[in-house]
């Protein structure tokens, strides 16, 4: 089955405390995005991938960082994360004009 | 002007009734649209895409003004399973960070028995 797998769905983490959620594809898409959603402000683009090795920032980058070693993967690392970083964040990838492919979500909560 | 606007809504409509959403784009440039559909708490899931002549999927519909910079999609004898939030997305064709999809923040509709 065509999808995009992100982990974990669910993470509660303290302030300071380096984390990071995975983002797995395998529909050999070239394009992948990370999107954080808050309440009355809809999706945001934190960065994006254009291909491997190839990322760029998006809206609202700051707090993150992201790899593309492998066209499957895209993980979102906060190495300092604090309580205004949470939020529900979506992993999608597409390819060529098709639309985005999500992934199911992490809902991430920083005390 | 935001690059994506949407009429937040939420469109309360009984079962059956037709339901019309509204989207702008500020970017004339633009050149791929979408609407997604977006269940409470669920990642967006795509609808369908808009085509320039119009495109129809069952009861679903939209449209394309390109000279208004306008989408629409419209919803025909609504179901209580309609009930979400849709979002129109436009593809980014120009400056920086070409190929990006842009999200409106969505119309939420429920549909009541």
């Known amino acids: 089955e065509a999808q995009v797998t992100q982990n974990p769905r669910y993470l509660i983490t303290v302030t300071g405390k380096k984390l990071t959620v995975t983002c797995s594809q395998n529909?050999?898409?070239?394009?992948m995005s990370w999107y954080r959603q808050d309440p009355g402000l809809g999706l945001r683009q934190i960065y994006y991938?254009?291909?491997?090795?190839?990322?760029d920032k998006g809206d609202v980058p700051e707090g993150y960082k992201v790899s593309r070693k492998e066209k499957r993967n895209f993980p979102l690392i906060l190495e300092s994360p604090s309580p205004n970083q949470t939020s529900l964040y979506f992993c999608?990838?597409?390819?060529?004009?098709?639309?985005?492919?999500f992934g199911s979500g992490t809902r991430l909560t920083v005390v | 002007r935001k690059e994506v606007e949407q009429d937040p809504g939420p469109f309360n409509v009984p079962e059956g009734a037709t339901v019309a959403f509204n989207c702008t784009y500020s970017?004339?440039?633009?050149?791929?649209f979408f609407w997604y559909r977006q269940d409470c708490r669920k990642e967006p899931k795509l609808l369908m895409s808009?085509?320039?002549s119009g495109n129809e999927d069952g009861r679903f519909t939209a449209q394309l003004n390109r000279a208004s910079q306008y989408i629409s999609l419209l919803i025909r004898d609504s179901k209580l399973s309609d009930s979400a939030t849709y979002l129109c997305?436009?593809?980014?064709?120009?400056?920086?960070?070409?190929?990006?999809?842009?999200f409106g923040k969505g119309t939420k509709l429920s549909v009541k028995p």
């Open positions: 999608a990838s597409r390819q060529g004009d098709y639309g985005y492919t």
């Open positions: 529909m050999n898409h070239e394009y």
């Open positions: 991938s254009m291909n491997v090795e190839v990322t």
């Open positions: 970017n004339s440039a633009s050149q791929s």
């Open positions: 808009v085509y320039s």
């Open positions: 997305v436009v593809k980014k064709n120009y400056g920086g960070s070409q190929g990006n999809l842009i």
